[in-house]
């Protein structure tokens, strides 16, 4: 989609009006590093009643809120296109992903390059080691074979450099690609003017080298961001994208779910996903509300019963009246929590961010000087040049951009045979920072789903019938006696009624399967979690249902808390059954029945009291909680939103996995440490060699390779 342009797609159309102020959210691209978003952010405060301006690294989401007239989105885009950052209408349903494609150009660069630099020291090895014997016929036709190899590659591979230099210089601003670009240029204009003179040394091997080793960091940052956001895009997925809509006259008009405004009223059929929030007008059924409470258990829907988006009706149809716009729906909420989660995430300032801003106006600054010493001290230009080009190449940051990630790889690869996927860029160092843990229960700490916990007070006869009428339902509780029985016999004629139960008839019999207020019965225990089998006149056989802890559970918890780490438990389910479970595992803090919003703000309490929480969660109402936390957990066997959202997912359910994936990140963060040691002593030692002239471009080149190696060999320490 080409860039929004006020003379040909009017950005109005973009707006929305909420609470008297107007909002946009864009798609911005040509986004990389933390000084981009600080460009783009600082540009559109600065229009008058700009109240929020937000970018999101990860997903390119630029939100903006102002208060005026809509007539400013369009000096917001020309703004915006102006200063490097053309925008697109952000529409995640259809948009295409643009991290994909870029992972896509960054793998093929970075293999041409590699392809280039492994055949062009072939012939950089022959020269070295011929350098007597060899006539300079020879030399000059190596150096000619060489030029031809490296200069295509330099201007395919370049490209995420030059592109993005030039971008920066076109607005008169700088970033790290400058001096890079200029490294790699300039190397390659001096060897093909060493190679026109015919003199000894041309340095196409180092413009080659230099940008594999580049492309290798930036492919690694690109995959690491695009895995970010993830999550949103799946939660923005799941919206319905149509509904039902009663007209005037009671007719039925499928219209797009954007369209829906409150006051509308929809019908809701069985097995269809809730497009907005709305109030049952009539009807009763029952919902999957695992959205909102992450609980197994169905929620009762009748009329003036409160639903939201993405929840799914598993009964009788429903007549509902809109409350919300889809954009200001339950889910396009959760969407926008995910995405604030990885904001914050992707603003996370580590110690290469900060060397890395100071990299460019001290290497220009370095560069320009060495030009300019050599010229006083009498020598020649060229040999001031190619000092200055030794420099530019010898303090190239690849050592820096790989100290951090060459540890990620690592760690990730040692945990991988653990059993646990790490999904953030930067979840190993916030992990070892953690200082408290919170666990949800349902489905974390326990298994997840409701078991039949009475199976030997009922009679194999009963039991048999239940199953017979239970294989025709996919409801959980049904789920729970037909899955135990196995395959078998299922009844015929089986009518649903919602909100109550099952209905067959079996030997000339009324049999029913359900709720003890639809069968007329009294009962002290929880509704929720039981159903009644009665067949005619005989007595009434109850099936109870709870949701199991998982055995390791306990010495899980313990083993986190040894580590330093208070548990909590934060769960949407009822209080007593939270209870329950504290008690059991001798978890003093808890706290029940929170939907995701309060989730958010008990973890935002804990940061104002200067605690990192790790949040270890799996139901869909955890994704926003997963994603805000300072670092989080989610076990295989998640909703795929919450394995979105979250920075590990744990393989096989191993709670204790959680412990042993602390230690790995805390001795991680001592290898990135060791790391950026050994790239400042690199540069203390390297730089005034380059200076005083002591390398040449090769030389610097084969230096700034040895040093990427020497911290990719200190990370492999880790698989150990």
């Excluded at 040394?201 to 930036?218: H, K, Q, S, V, W």
């Amino acid at each position: 989609m080409a860039a929004l342009d006020a003379g040909a797609i009017d950005p109005e159309a973009f707006v929305r009006d909420k609470d008297g102020h107007r909002e946009m959210d864009l798609l911005v691209s040509g986004v990389h590093c933390a000084g981009c978003i600080s460009r783009v952010e600082s540009a559109m405060r600065d229009f008058p009643g700009v109240s929020q301006a937000r970018l999101n690294l990860s997903t390119g989401r630029l939100s903006l809120a102002w208060s005026g007239a809509a007539g400013q989105a369009h000096a917001m885009v020309r703004k915006l296109s102006e200063i490097g950052y053309p925008a697109t209408p952000f529409e995640p349903e259809t948009g295409a992903d643009t991290a994909s494609q870029e992972e896509r150009r960054l793998v093929q660069a970075m293999a041409v390059a590699g392809f280039a630099t492994a055949n062009v020291m072939l012939f950089s090895v022959s020269v070295w080691s011929g350098a007597v014997d060899m006539t300079p016929e020879t030399r000059d036709f190596f150096h000619w074979l060489s030029a031809i190899i490296v200069l295509p590659t330099v201007a395919y591979s370049g490209r995420p450099f030059f592109s993005s230099a030039w971008r920066a210089l076109k607005h008169r601003q700088v970033n790290m690609d400058v001096p890079i670009s200029l490294a790699v240029l300039l190397a390659c204009g001096l060897s093909i003017h060493e190679t026109l003179i015919g003199a000894e040394e041309a340095y196409f091997d180092a413009a080659a080298m230099l940008l594999f080793f580049l492309l290798i960091g930036r492919w690694l940052d690109s995959r690491l961001r695009a895995k970010a956001g993830a999550a949103a895009r799946r939660l923005a997925a799941m919206q319905a994208a149509t509904a039902n809509r009663i007209e005037t006259g009671g007719h039925i008009k499928a219209v797009p779910a954007r369209e829906i405004r409150p006051g509308d009223r929809l019908l809701i059929a069985a097995g269809e996903k809730v497009a907005v929030d709305g109030e049952v007008e009539s009807g009763t059924s029952q919902l999957d509300a695992a959205l909102v409470t992450g609980e197994t258990r169905p929620l009762e829907a009748a009329p003036g019963t409160e639903i939201f988006s993405g929840m799914v009706n598993l009964g009788a149809p429903l007549t509902v009246r809109a409350t919300a716009r889809k954009e200001d729906s339950l889910l396009a909420e959760i969407t926008r929590l995910v995405e604030a989660g990885e904001q914050s995430r992707s603003r996370y300032v580590r110690l290469a961010d900060h060397a890395a801003r100071l990299y460019v106006p001290i290497v220009h600054g370095l560069a320009a000087l060495t030009v300019i010493g050599w010229l006083i001290a009498g020598a020649e230009p060229r040999t001031a040049i190619i000092n200055a080009i030794a420099v530019l190449i010898i303090t190239c940051p690849c050592a820096l951009g790989l100290a951090v990630p060459a540890v990620q790889v690592v760690a990730s690869g040692r945990l991988y045979r653990a059993g646990v996927l790490v999904k953030s860029g930067d979840a190993l160092e916030r992990l070892a920072e953690a200082g408290s843990a919170a666990f949800d229960k349902t489905g974390t700490l326990t298994v997840g789903k409701p078991q039949l916990v009475n199976r030997d007070e009922i009679a194999d006869a009963d039991f048999e019938l239940a199953a017979m009428i239970a294989r025709t339902s996919r409801h959980p509780l049904s789920r729970a006696i037909a899955d135990p029985a196995g395959m078998g016999e299922a009844a015929s004629n089986v009518t649903e009624v919602p909100g109550g139960g099952l209905e067959a008839e079996i030997d000339g019999e009324t049999v029913r399967l359900g709720s003890a207020r639809w069968l007329g019965l009294e009962t002290q225990c929880d509704t929720a979690s039981e159903v009644w089998l009665q067949r005619g006149d005989r007595t009434p056989v109850r099936f109870a249902f709870s949701d199991r802890q998982r055995p390791e559970a306990a010495e899980s918890v313990r083993a986190v808390e040894a580590l330093g780490l208070p548990a909590e438990i934060l769960s949407g389910d009822h209080e007593a059954a939270v209870r329950g479970m504290a008690e059991t595992l001798a978890m003093p803090r808890w706290r029940a029945g929170l939907k995701p919003a309060e989730k958010i703000a008990a973890l935002d309490e804990a940061r104002a009291a200067g605690r990192r929480v790790l949040m270890v969660g799996d139901g869909l109402n955890d994704a926003p909680a997963l994603a805000t936390a300072h670092v989080s957990m989610s076990l295989a066997s998640a909703s795929d939103i919450s394995q979105a959202a979250a920075d590990f997912v744990i393989q096989r359910d191993r709670l204790p996995a959680i412990a042993e994936t602390i230690v790995v990140a805390r001795k991680a963060r001592r290898r990135v440490l060791e790391n950026f040691g050994l790239a400042a002593l690199y540069n203390m030692i390297a730089v005034p060699l380059a200076v005083f002239g002591f390398v040449t471009p090769l030389v610097a080149a084969i230096a700034m390779s040895a040093s990427s190696l020497l911290v990719t060999l200190n990370a492999l320490r880790l698989a150990r």
